[in-house]
Nanobody
Framework: QVQLVESGGGEVQAGGSLRLACAAS????????MGWFRQSPGKEREFVGL????????YYADSVKGRFTISRDNAKSSMYLQIDSLKPEDTAVYYC???????????????WGQGTQVTVSS
C-alpha cells in the first residue's frame, strides 16, 4: 500500500506559478514511477506527466510541455509539479498517482491521492 497526499493548490492569477507537492508513505517510494493527472468539472481525468522512480526520465502531455516540470526527492518520499505561466484552462483538481509501469493511462496507476484544487483566474 502507498498513501499519497497532495498539497500546494490554490487560487492564482493567469501568468502566475504554483508548486504542487505529493507526499508518499507506506511502501518504498522508489518502487514506483509517479504521475500527475488533472480533472476539470465535466471532463475526464487527464494525464499531465510522469517521472521515473530515479528521477532520470520524465514524460509530459503535449498540452503542458514547456510550462510544467515534474521532480522528485526520494529522500523525502515526495514528488513535485512546478506549474508556470498558468492559464485559466489549467483550472482543475490535480492528482498524484503511483505506477510500476510507464504509462499515461490512468488505469495503469495503482494508488491515488485525494487531489488538490488549482484555480486560475483571468
Amino acid at each position: 500500500q502507498v498513501q499519497l497526499v497532495e498539497s500546494g493548490g490554490g487560487e492564482v492569477q493567469a501568468g502566475g506559478s504554483l508548486r504542487l507537492a505529493c507526499a508518499a508513505s507506506g511502501r518504498a517510494f522508489t518502487d514506483y514511477n509517479m504521475g500527475w493527472f488533472r480533472q476539470s468539472p465535466g471532463k475526464e481525468r487527464e494525464f499531465v506527466g510522469l517521472i521515473a522512480w530515479n528521477g532520470v526520465s520524465t514524460y509530459y502531455a503535449d498540452s503542458v510541455k514547456g510550462r510544467f516540470t515534474i521532480s522528485r526527492d526520494n529522500a523525502k518520499s515526495s514528488m513535485y509539479l512546478q506549474i508556470d505561466s498558468l492559464k485559466p484552462e489549467d483550472t482543475a483538481v490535480y492528482y498524484c498517482a503511483a505506477t510500476r509501469g510507464w504509462s499515461s493511462n490512468r488505469n495503469d496507476y495503482n494508488y491515488w491521492g485525494q487531489g488538490t484544487q488549482v484555480t486560475v483566474s483571468s
